[in-house]
């Protein structure tokens, strides 16, 4: 048989994000280290602080990712997805699931057909408390129609706008696991611009990458986890709180899972 023109990705690859410069800009240099620049094939995007996730939701995020491509020759991406009301840090710090459909934005599962799952954006928890402070200040100081906190709009996607104190109350969040079409997701992280974060400092979201893969023609979607696995996507800070976790996970394993996610 001839050999492939491309050669799959590396396997085992590591490599060094120097200088850092956010999460947008780590996956890009581990793209570029690890996945051929004209591979065609799926990417599979995890962070390394979450020992819960498995190989049964990560073959469950990818059947969908399947399904959805099938019925949108479009679609681009699929974000793994969960209810903060279901965690138990509450999710606060997570980014908030902006959906097409803004009737979906109570919680997460609100529709899981191809229509219903289609996200606009992803808002970080630190850009919608901007977005609150430049609000109320605009309130403030005569720019706005009253309210302040947020209740002017803050965001606006298809002509349905947002305000910060709706982006802060959307229950679903971002988990961090995105699976993609690879040249797709290179190319929306490519035309991510940079955040500024004070002091003259400026980052690239990952999460950006939806509204620059939508503004490319492509379809980004949610798949929602049962609450029950929500857990499985709670991430460390520190090296106890890993251990806890990884702790978690152990005892998880020795417990029938009827009984594990009661």
């Excluded at 051929?36 to 995020?61: K, S």
């Excluded at 990712?65 to 999710?91: E, M, P, Q």
């Excluded at 706005?144 to 109350?169: H, K, M, N």
């Amino acid at each position: 048989a001839a050999a492939a023109a491309t050669p799959p990705p590396r396997v085992g690859a590591f490599v060094l994000q120097e200088p850092r410069l956010g999460t947008g800009h780590a996956v890009g240099v581990a793209l570029a280290g690890a996945v051929p620049p004209d591979w065609a094939g799926t990417v599979l995007v995890l962070c390394a602080d979450t020992p819960g996730v498995d190989g049964g939701l990560l073959e469950g995020l990818l059947a969908t990712h399947r399904r959805f491509l099938a019925a949108d020759g479009a679609h681009g991406a699929t974000v793994l997805t969960g209810s903060r009301a279901a965690s138990a840090s509450g999710g606060d710090g997570y980014g908030r699931i902006v959906r097409a459909a803004k009737a979906g934005r109570g919680g997460a599962g609100d529709g899981d057909d191809a229509a219903a799952a289609v996200i606009v954006d992803i808002v970080e928890r630190k850009t919608i408390a901007a977005l609150a402070a430049a609000a109320s200040a605009a309130a403030s100081g005569g720019g706005g129609d009253g309210g302040g906190g947020g209740a002017a709009a803050a965001r606006t996607y298809g002509g349905v706008s947002w305000t910060a104190a709706e982006l802060d109350a959307v229950d679903e969040f971002n988990s961090g696991v995105v699976v993609a079409d690879a040249g797709a997701y290179r190319a929306a992280l490519a035309a991510v611009a940079a955040s500024p974060t004070g002091g003259g400092r400026a980052e690239y979201y990952a999460t950006d990458f939806v509204v620059a893969m939508a503004a490319a023609g492509r379809t980004v979607r949610a798949a929602a986890m049962r609450p029950a696995d929500v857990w499985r996507v709670e991430g460390a800070n520190t090296v106890a709180e890993l251990a806890a976790l990884e702790a978690r996970v152990a005892e998880r394993a020795r417990v029938p899972p009827a009984a594990a996610d009661a």
